[in-house]
């Protein structure tokens, strides 16, 4: 785990006074509310539907005990004793007073922590791959190059005041579990004809009101390269991304609108002019930040608690089967904590129930956290031989949810409950789905199946990518979800398909229930999935299912 | 009237030649950086650049891209900038910063005097290795 | 044909504390819809809402919502401003938290 060094620390402490005196000017009247709206705001601070909401960045996901310790103390003291963990590896408290939010990040800071730049238009906080470190598919461990460039992109004084915010994910792994396609820029960890390890960059990769797939820029770019090329690509936007309309200036229409190759061109040509003043420096702080990512010493030892426990206990198995992972180190697992118990908040974990994640990291999990995209949270690196007792302490505290992957384990923005831009409402419907199908005892029988809720067309749920996708809006005054098929979120990215005209609130779950019967009725097999099985047979039977008032009219 | 910062805090326009001749550009923040770098006459001594709105930060890169191409002479940003973007501007290559007079009496010389400390906790310098882009 | 001008309150949020509030006839800022001031005179409303634009030592981002005349005050007409006026749907936080305190 990164560790702040001398540098981190005077900035952090440096930017924390300034944001205090912010505050102070904006209240004394020296900056107006439009000069400090973009101030607070590149420093994680919203104005929401209720209240200040505060965006604290988990960068690339990765936390260690007492940091989790200290959003536990910031959601008790600070806010109304939870936090939600959003899908992009940012905690966010929906209850701060402006007054309160430097002691906030004065707290923070104590752990190495910040709210820099989880908003506004600039370089936002860059995820990774959640099972980082631990996956046994992956070529490298992507968190030293994402934290360079968390390093990098932080204060950048080119990108402070950009045309729209910027993205960036990386990944170093076969399978992608970052949803790199769908950044403005990914970095994925390759490795070239000749051994060496190298990044592939894609770039116009976004969701929104226009969806769009990332396109590969750069095949290989050397390590020693990396900063300045990305540097390049995020100049080249700055100065010709559009800014005469907000929902054109991202840099997947600048992509879209001049071409790749125009693109690519350009960034070349400020690269070969970047290149050149980059001395080596950021090389030896690779070299430096890359030994605080050494894998722990993994203990052995017998793993017989947990083959007994899975043999013996069906509540455990189910769990075992649904929310471990292969690790790298054959007798450790990966384990999801699912933050998506039935019917609650998808993301929301109570600052008990963190300072009980906090304490099973420093336990059983070489202190070691991850927030995942999906809102969930993951002890990245256990011994098999600890899982009963961690199961047994998660179901104590509501945290012990078997249904990762599954239909219940919803990706929802926080929606109209709490966003200023929403235009409908996520949470319930969220909640009232897992209900349903918790219910009707149907989830593992359908298998793996992602289901995405966004509540305005920004899609911060990520509906365009999930199996099934759900949009809120607002039409004539009264909510109305748009339901699409199809999407996925993975390396195979594909934007979901729009299955027909809207339902209303409560006609959503009972919607999507007609979807799931179809494909009940319709797969080949049980192991069929439902994206292997909407690939096979198209739309039609979905729509059959959705629209039957259609069907008996044609006929 | 304007107000001309700069390190040491608020000052006069020492520069007298205008922006009409040979010497000086006055230019909006959306000029392409590459082809004026390409055109630049030899004589050009002055460039102001327009920050039309604070939340308009291209000036930031056509400034880096000057210095990047070479240009060694002044850099100006002027217009509506804010304090807190003096430390950007410097660390983005420009010299100094011009406001208007309504602007200096709301943000006085003590908010811009606090950001004078521009090339402490510079993450890109640090990155880079030498010293700060604008050298 | 300019649309018939329909009813407005004047609501805003409080700048330290970030909560919504009213503005209320007799010139002070309420947590409660129902205190708000109903104006159904656009000339009126367009001077109210520079009036409270004029404030931002107290209030962030005042703008006019739809409202209609209500048993006890006015009440909103969109779910967006009932939203506003209640608190969330997934806890009892905001302004029902603050009710059933009393």
């Known amino acids: ?61 990765s936390l260690n005990s007492a940091q989790m310790n200290t959003l536990a103390l910031l959601a008790e003291k600070w806010d109304k004793g939870y936090g939600h963990f959003t899908t992009r590896q940012n905690i966010q408290y929906n209850w701060p007073k402006l007054s309160d939010v430097p002691d906030m990040l004065d707290a923070l800071a104590e752990v190495g922590m910040h709210a820099i730049q989880t908003s506004g238009n600039t370089i936002r906080n860059v995820t990774a791959d959640h099972f980082a470190g631990a996956a046994a598919d992956e070529i490298e461990d992507p968190r030293p190059i994402a934290e360079l460039i968390r390093q990098w992109s932080t204060d950048h004084p080119e990108f402070q005041f950009m045309g729209r915010k910027f993205k960036i994910a990386v990944g170093g792994a076969a399978k992608d579990r970052a949803v790199l396609k769908a950044h403005d820029l990914a970095v994925r960890v390759v490795q070239n004809d000749a051994g060496e390890t190298g990044y592939q960059i894609l770039i116009g990769g976004g969701l929104g009101r226009t969806p769009m797939i990332g396109k590969v820029i750069n095949d290989f770019v050397p390590r020693a390269d990396l900063l300045p090329y ?115 908040t ?124 759900i949009l809120g809006l607002d039409r004539a005054g009264v909510e109305n979800y748009q339901i699409t098929l199809g999407g996925d979120a993975t390396w195979s990215a594909a934007v979901g398909e729009r299955a027909g005209p809207g339902f209303a609130y409560d006609e959503i779950v009972p919607a999507v229930e007609r979807i799931v019967d179809a494909y009940l009725s319709v797969r080949d097999t049980a192991e069929e999935t439902f994206l292997e099985t909407y690939r096979r047979v198209g739309m039609s039977p979905f729509k059959a299912a959705l629209y039957p008032e259609a069907i008996k009219k044609v006929a | 009237m304007t107000v001309i910062i700069t390190d040491t805090g608020f000052g006069p326009d020492t520069w ?120 | 044909m300019a649309r018939a001008f329909t009813p407005k309150v004047i609501t805003a949020n ?14 002070t800022w309420s947590r409660d819809l129902a205190e708000a001031e109903l104006i159904t005179d656009e000339a009126h409303a367009q001077l109210r809402l520079l009036d409270a634009q004029s404030q931002p030592a107290t209030v962030v981002g005042a703008y006019l919502a739809d409202a209609t005349s209500g048993a006890n005050g006015p009440e909103p007409t969109h779910f967006r401003e009932e939203f506003r006026r209640t608190g969330p749907s997934n806890y009892a936080h905001g302004k029902q938290e603050v009710l059933a305190n009393v």
């Open chain 3, 14 to 27: 409080h700048l330290i504390e970030g909560d919504v509030i009213y503005l209320t006839a007799a010139d």
């Open chain 1, 230 to 344: 990305i540097e390049a690509v995020v100049s080249v936007w700055n100065q010709i991304g559009r800014r005469d309309n907000k929902y054109k200036a991202r840099i997947k229409i600048t992509v879209h609108e001049h071409g790749i190759d125009h693109i690519r061109a350009r960034v070349d040509a400020r690269f070969a002019l970047i290149r050149p003043t980059f001395l080596g420096a950021d090389q030896e702080l690779f070299s430096e930040i890359k030994v605080h990512f050494s894998p722990p010493k993994f203990r052995t030892g017998s793993t017989t608690p947990y083959d007994t426990a899975y043999k013996t206990d069906p509540v455990f198995r189910a769990w075992a089967d649904t929310n471990l992972a292969d690790h790298r180190v054959s007798d450790h697992a990966i384990v999801t904590i699912s933050i998506k118990k039935h019917g609650a």
């Open chain 1, 346 to 469: 998808p993301g929301d974990a109570s600052a008990e129930q963190m300072r009980v994640m906090a304490t099973l990291a420093a336990d059983y999990g070489y202190d070691e956290l991850r927030i995942s995209h999906e809102q969930n949270v993951i002890l990245p690196h256990v011994h098999k031989s600890d899982l009963p007792a961690i199961h047994a302490k998660l179901k104590q505290h509501g945290l012990g949810t078997a249904n990762i992957g599954l239909i219940s384990d919803i990706i929802a923005c926080p929606g109209m409950d709490y966003c200023a831009l929403a235009t409908a409402r996520s949470i319930p419907v969220a909640e009232q789905i897992a209900t349903r199908f918790d219910d009707l005892k149907l989830e593992h029988d359908i298998g793996h199946l992602q289901i995405k809720i966004s509540g305005c067309i920004n899609a911060c749920g990520h509906h365009h990518v999930g199996h099934i996708g």
């Open chain 1, 1 to 61: 785990m990164y560790k702040y060094n001398d540098f981190d620390t005077a900035f952090l402490a440096e930017r924390n006074a300034q944001f205090r005196a912010q505050v102070e000017r904006r209240i004394d009247g020296s900056l107006t509310e439009d000069e400090f709206k973009p101030l607070r705001l590149m420093n994680g601070l919203y104005l929401q539907l209720h209240a200040y909401m505060l965006r604290v960045a988990i960068p690339y996901g």
């Open chain 2, 16 to 135: 007298t030649l205008g922006y009409e001749g040979d010497t000086a550009l006055d230019l909006p923040s959306d000029t392409d950086p590459v082809q004026l770098s390409e055109r630049l006459a030899a004589q050009v001594q002055m460039i102001r650049i327009a920050f039309p709105s604070f939340a308009d930060g291209r000036g930031f890169t056509i400034a880096r891209h000057l210095r990047l191409s070479g240009y060694k002479g002044h850099l100006r940003a002027t217009g509506h900038l804010i304090a807190d973007q003096y430390a950007m501007a410097r660390r983005s290559g420009f010299d100094d910063v011009e406001i208007s007079d309504e602007l200096a009496a709301r943000q006085p010389e003590n908010q811009w005097l606090a950001r004078a400390n521009w090339q402490q906790n510079d993450y890109q310098a640090r990155m880079r290795g030498g010293s700060p882009a604008a050298a």
